[in-house]
């Protein structure tokens, strides 16, 4: 890990959850004493003692160290609210279905900012009975190429992994598909809303301009 836990981290989670630092203590199984010097920077807890800490807190060993807590609000998870992260020593990619701490190779993960795609990123939509069939205008180069396209819904995703040297596209069930995501290695996450009346025709709008002006219409009509 490039983190550890500090001091202040452990007291303002013993003021969250109203322990005394003699409550806590007595749950660890160390002194007070202990736990004041860990307070004030004097010290820093024992590995061995990380997981009770957090039991402690009812948190999580990683949201220990990040010092980020993460709430539960994911009860009903909308598929929507889904974020991607990606590994940058292994090239793993994560999928959450809300907030969560991620990590992968001791390292904390940041989720993705998906930006709309543009000029150098252009994505062409086409129905085929039942199915989109989704291409990325890409190069597909071993060192610049699209890792993965996704299809979401508000209760699915669908996922294409890509690989260098191969075609960028891919074919998912429309079933209720709102969104398009695809990530390239090197400018990160883009994005494409489904429209209705655009892109559920049987050929696809190869004119970017138009499309453009397409949704700006469908905008003003639907909002």
Known sequence: ?????????????REKNHLTQLQLAEELGVSDKTV?????????????????IAGAFHI??????????????????NMMRSKFYICPVCGNVIHSMGEAVVTCHGIQLRPLEAEQSDEQHMIFIERVEDEY???????????HY?????????????????????EAQAW????????ILFCCNHD??????VVKGIDDRERC???????????????????
């Not at 069939?133 to 060192?143: F, G, L």
Request: charged residues 25%; aromatic residues 8%; without cysteine.
């Open 60 to 77: 999580s060993v990683t949201e220990l160290i990040s010092g980020n807590t993460v709430q539960n609000a994911n009860v009903s998870a």
């Open 188 to 193: 990160g996450l883009f994005a494409l809303d």
């Open 36 to 52: 004041s010097k860990w307070e004030n920077g004097r010290g820093y807890p024992d590995i061995t003692l990380l997981e009770a």
């Open 172 to 179: 998912f069930k429309i079933r209720g598909v709102k969104q």
């Open 133 to 143: 069939w989704v291409r990325i205008a890409h190069e597909m180069t071993r060192n």
């Open 205 to 223: 709008y190869d004119d970017t301009q138009e499309r453009m002006e397409l949704e700006q219409a469908a905008k003003k009509l639907f909002g």
């Open 1 to 13: 890990m490039n983190q550890y836990v500090t001091g202040a981290v452990i007291r303002e989670l």
């Open 146 to 166: 699209i890792t993965f396209i996704a299809a979401l819904s508000p209760d699915g995703l669908q996922m294409t992994k890509l690989y260098p040297e191969g």
